[in-house]
């Protein structure tokens, strides 16, 4: 089974321009989320799609968003592009059910360069 | 909304030692807890999570202890082999929301052979 397919792998970006960042969940999963890895900030929570709706949101400016399509894919798009969204963006999927606790796995993820 | 504390950001310990990683958390209503280890420059990895109603679970030379009455939650690694540093990862969600997880700041582990 193959696991959840990020893409591109790395990229570099100048400010002010924008980027979308695509990602395939493990076949059958529902639910994907997007998460932003930074050496200060750490893990931090983006969104949560499931079943082409934003199910979860976490506390970025509206210059973050985010979708998803029928079959479960999703993508993500920066707009506006400042030095600070240089980080590593990383896509989890799950199977999305309405029951706590299920395991979500991660992309290896999207480097995002921007200079 | 939930906050995850962890400790210590740093632990270097020798190989075949034991290592403790702790993290307490702020909604009494979170009810899952994984642990994530990420190798450098790769993606982070499940490597265990326990739900509330237990309070441990083992897999091999990995355990995690759970005390929802203090609100915190444990990684233990037993007999460390080199392959076990990276930076280790706890989680929490968020008002129970099980796809929004909140993440620990991470440690650090060295294993030094």
Redesign the interface.
Known sequence: KAGVTQTPRYLIKTRGQQVTLSCSPISGHRSVSWYQQTPGQGLQFLFEYFSETQRNKGNFPGRFSGRQFSNSRSEMNVSTLELGDSALYLCASSWGGQNSGNTIYFGEGSWLTVV | GENVEQHPSTLSVQEGDSAVIKCTYSDSAS??F?W?KQELG?????II?I?SNVGEKKDQRIAVTLNKTAKHFSLHITETQPEDSAVY?C?A??M???????????TRLLVRP
């Open positions: 009810n899952y994984p994530y790769k993606r982070p990895q499940l999570d739900r990862f989680a969600p968020w129970d929301s099980s796809y929004k997880l909140i993440f620990g700041s991470g």
